[in-house]
């Protein structure tokens, strides 16, 4: 597609319940983050991956959350024994190597977690 | 820790009026700024970079302004139109191993144009 894809759109998991959230970056945009954005809030930086090297997982807020990236293409994140403080929605963002400082962005997916 | 944060988190102007929306920041060694908007539903969308070597950027309509003085940035909307209502996010750009960008976002302004 033309732009970062992201699904679902919406997910509503219950509390404890492992969720998968997918991330179909531009083709050919080496680099990939994942944020979360809080109600009201701004963006909080989760993970990068550029290429095949290590990721970036710093901002992963606890240890029930990872991402997974294969080559340069599809990422998912998931979040295990999700809680209510998890609801928030998710973005997604590649960047070309030729351009890593503009990111571009999914339209998210909204995680709810009751 | 080091922070990037809004003055005020709702603006509401008129259609055709300027608008200014302000960011500050706290860490000094910042030299990468960049102003998202973000409309209901989507994900951020890019309007304009500075770095730190100038003092102001323009844009079409948008003009961004760095005071490195005070640690201050502003985003300046020419003849506001309905269209700009979204909520405009600075951020700022630390750089990660490996290269690439992590970008740390405030809270965000949300822009009212009202008709």
């Known amino acids: 597609g033309a732009g970062v894809s992201q699904s679902p759109s919406n997910k509503v998991t219950e509390k404890g319940k492992d969720v998968e959230l997918r991330c179909d970056p531009i083709?050919?945009?080496?680099?990939l983050y994942w944020y979360r954005q809080r109600l009201g809030q701004g963006l909080e930086f989760l993970i990068y991956f550029q290429g095949n090297s290590a990721p970036d997982k710093s901002g992963l807020p606890s240890d029930r959350f990872s991402a997974e990236r294969t080559g340069e293409s599809v990422s998912t994140l998931t979040i295990q024994r999700t809680q209510q403080e998890d609801s928030a929605v998710y973005l997604c963002?590649?960047?070309?190597?030729?351009?890593?400082?503009?990111?571009?962005f999914g339209q998210g997916t909204r995680l709810t977690v009751v | 820790g080091e922070s990037v944060g809004l003055h005020l988190p709702t603006l509401s102007v008129q259609e055709g009026d300027n608008s200014i929306i302000n960011c500050a920041y706290s860490?000094?060694?910042?030299?990468?700024f960049i102003w998202y908007k973000q409309e209901s539903g989507k994900g951020p969308q890019f309007i304009i970079d500075?770095?730190?070597?100038?003092d102001k950027r323009q844009g079409q309509r948008v003009t961004v302004l760095l005071n490195k003085t005070v640690k201050h940035l502003s985003l300046q909307i020419a003849a506001t139109q309905p269209g700009d209502s979204a909520v405009y996010f600075c951020a700022e750009n630390g750089e990660l191993t490996g290269g690439g960008n992590k970008l740390t976002f405030g809270t965000g302004t949300q822009l009212k144009v009202e008709l």
């Open positions: 500075i770095r730190s070597n100038m």
């Open positions: 860490n000094s060694a910042s030299d990468y």
């Open positions: 083709s050919g945009h080496t680099a």
């Open positions: 963002a590649s960047s070309s190597l030729d351009s890593l400082d503009e990111a571009f």
